[in-house]
């Protein structure tokens, strides 16, 4: 019992969350339509009581708790701030985005607080059991989120498809933690480590299971070929789902990779090393090719996704600690880079018109010089192009590549980030080249406005300034 009352502390943030979503969930109930407003602002009231229960209790050192089922560590507190920050301004996006629309959907902030909370025991996760609780957790809000408009055939379409896939690749991780477990007789990541270098890495029935294991974290990510979900969900989605989905769950899904692979089966490096390369040039490769032929830039963003992922592992593949880091600061930088793409389009949308289509942003700049210049700013930094952070984000990952002397690998990555650029330059040139199709400019609230635009200049001042956030991450990773 003193045991119990001295570690619950440290789950008081995933308590409050629970308890705070709870609530809201009974509240909304009695809440009028007209006045989703307030559970939206009661969501992320509840999102910025979590990040400062988290950050007040942050431990000084790393702190295991539940009989190794939990942990608090410097990388799961940074991580879970940021998740709650990212999904607090996806919430003011939303937020606009369904009064223009008059879609208004309490379920939505709902599921997302929900969503965050499958996050956050992700991140903090210390045991196959914990990992496969919080990904169920965030897996089974999104796919509710995914089909919010039940009046859209594509939206059900999407949702459908998500959840067949996703239960499937569920199934698959959930065999190859099985397998793990048969082999190595405990939950625990740490104890799971030290018995899998005992045993050597090499046993028929360890390389199965991490091979189901890799499955099953390839599709949370979205990595080729088990992206077949990512198109068709971003597509279908409302633009304020796609979002949140393309934004947030990344991070969790970063985390998820590093517990499973770095603290549990950290021994079997040199499988799960070749395993990542070839995931990771697929996804390159895919990725950025087929974005080029894309006229809805919903899916030419869900194939850019791809393509950001690929880049991604490529830190964790290097097995190092700043390659960790670099990895760790990618997935922070690529949520504010697709938090402030997907705004741009919540921004410029109609009632009943979605402004997903290339075509859209024709003329931009005649309409709106200010928003032209913050989509240039999203565009670029999604391209790689310095000082934008996108270009850091690629650069951290990259230099780790060639330390650990894959230099081939390195000069492919470099090679798609040039082709990738295509598509991203080209919706610069329908802003500022050619003649508009719409001629109206863009509405929105002016809180929404200042806010994308603040999204927008941070990725330019972390660009000029990246090493603080570099420094934050190296230091979470425990470097």
């Known amino acids: 019992m003193d045991i119990l009352l001295t570690e619950l502390p440290l789950v008081y943030p995933e308590l409050a969350l629970l308890l705070l979503a709870s609530c809201l969930l009974v509240a909304d109930t009695m809440v009028r339509e007209e006045s989703r407003r307030i559970t939206c602002m009661l969501a992320q009231g509840a999102l910025v009581v979590t990040a400062a229960l988290v950050i007040l209790g942050a431990p000084t050192e790393t702190s295991i708790a539940f009989s190794g089922h939990f942990v608090s560590d410097p990388m799961s507190v940074v991580l879970k701030v940021v998740i709650m920050l990212v999904s607090v301004v996806a919430f003011s996006y939303a937020l606009d985005y369904f009064h223009e629309h008059q879609f208004s959907r309490g379920e939505f902030y709902i599921l997302g607080l929900f969503a965050v909370l499958g996050m956050m025991v992700l991140t903090s996760a210390h045991s196959l059991l914990t990992i496969y609780l919080g990904l169920e957790l965030l897996s089974l809000s999104l796919y509710a989120m995914v089909a919010l408009n039940r009046d859209s055939p594509t939206g059900s379409e999407a949702a459908m498809k998500y959840f067949v896939l996703g239960a499937l690749a569920s199934g698959m991780l959930l065999y190859g933690m099985s397998m793990l477990y048969g082999v190595t007789g405990t939950l625990d990541l740490a104890e799971m480590s030290r018995v899998v270098a005992d045993l050597g890495g090499n046993q028929l029935v360890l390389v199965f299971g991490l091979v189901f294991v890799i499955v099953g974290t390839a599709f949370k990510l979205g990595l080729v070929p088990f992206h077949m979900w990512v198109p068709d969900v971003y597509e279908g989605s409302p633009t304020a789902v796609t979002l949140f989905i393309a934004s947030a769950p990344k991070i969790a899904a970063f985390a998820m990779a590093m517990r499973l692979l770095v603290d549990g089966l950290w021994p079997m490096l040199p499988a799960w090393e070749g395993m990542l390369i070839v995931l990771a040039i697929l996804s390159m490769a895919a990725g950025n090719v087929i974005a080029i032929s894309q006229t809805n830039i919903k899916r ?180």
Not at 353 to 375: C, N, Q, T, V
Not at 380 to 399: C, E, L, N, R, T
Not at 449 to 477: D, E, K, Q
Request: net charge positive.
């Open 300 to 479: 030419m963003l869900a194939y850019s996704t791809i393509a950001h992922v690929g880049f991604l592992v490529l830190g964790i593949l290097s097995g190092t600690g700043t390659g960790y880091a670099g990895s760790m600061f990618y997935a922070i930088v690529y949520a504010f880079m697709s938090l402030g793409s997907f705004g741009m389009i919540m921004l410029l949308s109609r009632r009943q018109w979605e402004h997903d289509r290339l075509e859209d942003f024709k003329g931009l700049a005649r309409r709106s010089p200010w928003f032209a210049l913050m989509m240039l700013i999203l565009m670029f930094s999604m391209a790689g192009v310095p000082p934008f952070a996108g270009f850091w984000a690629k650069w951290f990952v990259i230099k780790e590549v060639i330390a650990v002397e894959h230099t081939w690998l390195a000069a492919v990555a470099v090679v798609f980030s040039v082709v990738g650029a295509y598509y991203y330059l080209r919706v610069i040139k329908l802003m500022y080249f050619d003649e508009p199709v719409v001629t109206a400019a863009p509405r929105g609230s002016p809180f929404v406005r200042v806010l994308l635009s603040a999204n927008a200049l941070t990725l330019f001042a972390v660009g000029l300034l990246p090493g603080a956030l570099m420094a934050l991450c190296i230091r979470a990773v425990g470097m």
